[in-house]
């Protein structure tokens, strides 16, 4: 079966990140055969005074299968976040089942949309975990960061939030490739621009220094856009990958 699986606020300003934290884990349950797992996706949530958090206010999200043992990875999750999270971080765990359907499934996904553009609370977020029987948890601190762990699972279900841990490097920035080759190399399901097109796979698109991919549709994708009034792509920049 396969499940979602979101931790957030494990970190301080002199440790590495939540994403850094994620991956460990994901290695650590991996060699135990607790399951395999994917790439991690970063979720942006909503920047306010009143929202305690240590850099972004981002969660980590990553979708396990062939997890025969939810209870497992739950288990190892609490005791590596109780002894991983960093001093003054306040770390929560959410572990939801990919078979959340109908109205649960919607409200999990509107719940991620909520934290994006305004203050929620714990009460709020183990009220709705707790309708929807799925699993979420504190480890520490405040436990304020089962927030965003229950939203950071709802933005990853919901397919069009999300930008995908790690930096790929193809060559000089303005360098010409074909938008297929491009998406191969760098593992994204295709180049599209900011209006939801695919480009074709022989569309030449200009490289940047480091490329990122996003999450749209639910697949690992990359944007571009035109580069001046011939019509050339680009792809995006990474100041102007922030609002994914």
Known sequence: MRYYLCIDDTDNLETKGTGWLTERACHGMKALGLGEFSAISRHQLFVHEDV??????????????????????IRYMRVFLEQNGAPGSDPGLCMVPETLSGEARERLISFGAEAKRTVLNKGLAYGLAGELSVHLSEHGGTGDGVIGALAGVGLRMGGEDGRYRGWMHLGPEGTAMPAGEIARLCGADHVQDEADHDLAEDTPVLLQERIKLVRRHSLPVLMARPDGPDGTMRLLHKSELKIY
């Open 52 to 73: 305690p958090y240590t850099s972004h206010n981002s969660s980590m999200c990553v979708e396990i299968t062939e997890c025969s043992e939810p209870d497992a990875i």
